[in-house]
């Protein structure tokens, strides 16, 4: 997932560079962010951690998880708030600054206490568990601007983008509670063992928002993807929407071209496109007196576009058939 996500980060970045708007604000500040998330990702490893430790053992501090700490609660989480009060119109409250600052302080103090007189992994618990807190605040304080955003999309893309970021903020939630949970149960039973239940779901948790973040950065015909269980759904009321028609007239429209084996994105957009062909052949040879020819009838004569009729189709499958 690292190797994937360095790939297409840095071909995104040189896209970037080459356009020659990257030293703008706030775009110069949402790359450095996205490279030091990628840099997070190794650094919640507790033995990748404790061994890039190792070389500043001499200096008595606990130098690997304090550059943790700062760069994910500090640069990535109070920047982002910090960016998006200047950048956008979304007010976020002053008190924050100081809550989180005062955060910070908390945590560096915390860590270099902690190195003194408890274990290494025991400080790397405590860590992780104070970076989850403020990546969960700051989480749940973006919700209502996800929202509002999400309500105001006029385009697909715009709305697959804030769909994606929603995937992000969910993932991302869910990794910060389960590493939380987890650190607590660990300090509490002096659990030893590193790669507990919770650990290993909260680090899938983390891909997943890794993948995420590596969409939200790419091509915009990737985000597309976010639409395609969707799509499969869609296709699936339709076919019963057809079955149910040809359980009562006994007619199969029959089509050329092959139903594809795999289902792209693409693939099921024309698949579903083609259903609701078929359905349009299909009704007018239901027996008038039929229910479901009447319902049928009424919605193909609002001459409705072609998305609209469709959502009434899966509303008819939805809700059944009423004589």
Known sequence: MSFLWWILYFTRLCNVVRIG???????????LMLFNVGIIYYLHNYKLEAHLQSYFDSTGLPVVTITKV???SGFITYGYLVVIRKYTRFDIPRTI????ISYLMLMVISCVVGYRYLPYLKVQIISNGLVSCANLSAAVSLVPMTRHLLRQQKSEVREAHHLWFIVFLLSSSVAATLFLVDGVVKLLTDWRVIDTNLYVVA?????IYMLSLGILIGPDRYLYWIYYPVRLRTYAKLKHLSDMIYHETGLSVPYDIPQPRIFTLNSAEFANYRMYITILDQFPYLPPESALYQQLRTIVEQKASYPETVQQFLQLVQTGVTE
Request: hydrophobic share 50%; aromatic share 8%; charged share 20%.
């Open 203 to 207: 680090e899938l948790s983390r891909t």
């Open 21 to 31: 708007n990257i030293l703008k604000m706030p775009r110069l500040y949402l790359w």
């Open 70 to 72: 700062l760069l994910s």
């Open 97 to 100: 600054d100081g809550i989180m």
